[in-house]
């Protein structure tokens, strides 16, 4: 079959890369420059490094096959990390059960009742039920009200932007289950896994390998619309029309809506049901090592950013040119003010904070500084909101839907993208 893709980032490549290894004649449209979508990369003094923070944990099955396929496995190195929590003014390691077990700010029944919601969540496998709670509700019953003052609402606060009433406790149940699967990574020498190169190692793969089975990508050729066309379908770029036996849309709902003819009007208007989150990231290339944790979980309500992700506790520096590399994350409702400030303001919007938390810091030490931003980033599912997900399948004959949106109750990161990315390769095919 002649199959078009929409978009390029993970979940477009891997389709090209399923579809491709099994004779399909695939072509891939990527409206930018470059491919890999929030798993793309910079480049900077002659090394890449990736735009966001991603890390593989050792349950990662199905990326990991993925990238033994490629043949790129040897360029995986896994390390053990440190997590911890930025709660009034102070730092707290929260790796192991140990350190969850004496954190200070909770007294001993409320750090048990912290450990019964994690194992209480690791042993519900039927979601379902979890999608007609809210998480606030769910997690006062299992942790008490105090460890969901302390801990688990500041962090939803800061996730979701201040606005989480509607948000189901299938959020919290997916990331715990998630979070252990780190453990099935110690056989491999760690925790987490990176790849050299970053991210962009992933993808060029994929790229290369789409193209050596007779596969096509075009970049900077933004699709404009697509209509059924004589059994198939037709994309239309600004260049061109191109017809397919079947397209896969990857892209973004508002921006898949946009490419629909108006006699679709009611299912243009049942996808608006899902909205999403907006995310910009100040990163700092620093000379030296900022912050103790990979990953730094903040209760603080003042600070900006959602967390301090530091990934070369897991990268190794030198891949990097010896630097550091330092994610502030901010993830914002549409709308936000914060979405629309100028880089510098950015920058100087998180520096005071960056420095109160970390008084060592001096602008001495910062080689490079970029802020990311990148429109609907993060689907937000409501309680009872499953029925508003759309289905692969749609109206338009033969031209079928795989975005983000559609992978909950999972989290999205690349292990789950390229799970259900495979199975929806099997329902293209059918």
């Not at 009200?145 to 801990?151: A, D, L, P, S, V």
């Not at 050596?212 to 699709?223: D, F, L, P, R, S």
């Amino acid at each position: 079959m002649r199959i078009g893709i929409i978009g390029a980032g993970i979940m477009g490549l891997t389709f090209g890369y399923y579809l491709s290894r099994e004779g399909h004649r695939v072509t891939l449209f990527e409206k930018g420059n470059q491919m890999g979508g929030l798993a793309g990369y910079l480049e900077f003094e002659g090394t890449t490094i990736d735009k966001y923070y991603h890390s593989i944990l050792g349950g990662d099955s199905h990326l990991l096959q993925l990238i033994d396929e490629l043949g790129i496995d040897d360029q995986l190195r896994f390390k053990g990390l440190k997590m911890g929590f930025y709660h009034e003014k102070d730092f707290y390691p929260m790796s192991t059960p140990y350190e969850l077990m004496s954190f200070p700010p909770l007294n001993l029944a409320d750090r048990f009742r912290l450990v019964y919601t994690v194992l209480h969540s690791l042993l519900i496998r039927n979601w379902s039920a979890l999608e007609e709670i809210s998480v606030e509700k769910w997690l006062i019953r299992l942790s008490g009200k105090k460890n969901y003052e302390n801990i688990w609402k500041p962090l939803l606060r800061a996730k979701f932007d201040g606005s989480f009433d509607d948000v189901p406790a299938t959020y919290i149940w997916s990331r715990i289950h998630r979070m252990n699967s780190i453990r099935k990574g110690k056989k491999r020498g760690g925790d987490n896994g990176f790849l050299i190169g970053g991210f962009s190692t992933l993808i060029r793969s994929l790229a290369e390998r789409i193209r050596e089975q007779k596969g096509t990508i075009h970049m900077n050729a933004a699709v404009q619309k697509a209509a059924p066309d004589s059994g198939g379908v037709c994309l239309g770029t600004r260049e061109k029309e191109l017809s397919f036996d079947r397209v896969i849309s990857t892209i973004p709902i508002p921006h898949f809506q946009a490419l629909l003819p108006d006699e679709f009007g009611l299912y243009k208007e049942a996808l608006s049901k899902i909205s999403y989150l907006d995310i910009v990231c100040l990163l700092l290339v620093y000379k030296k090592s900022l912050c103790a944790y990979h990953t730094l979980n903040i209760t603080d309500g003042s600070i900006p950013f959602t967390g301090v992700v530091e990934t070369t506790h897991l990268i190794d520096p030198r891949f990097v040119n010896g630097n550091s590399l330092v994610y502030f994350p901010m993830y914002l409702l549409p709308g936000s003010e914060i979405f629309k400030m100028q880089e510098t303001q950015i920058y100087q919007h998180c520096l005071p904070h960056i420095r109160a938390m970390f008084p060592d810091f001096t602008q001495d030490n910062v080689v490079k500084t970029f802020v990311l931003r990148n429109r609907y980033v993060e689907p937000i599912h409501r309680v009872g909101g499953t029925g508003e997900i759309p289905d692969v399948v749609t109206p338009v004959a033969n031209l079928f839907l795989a975005n983000t949106a559609q992978v909950y109750p999972e989290i999205l990161n690349c292990e789950s993208i390229v799970r259900f990315s495979k199975k929806v390769v099997e329902k293209i095919k059918a």
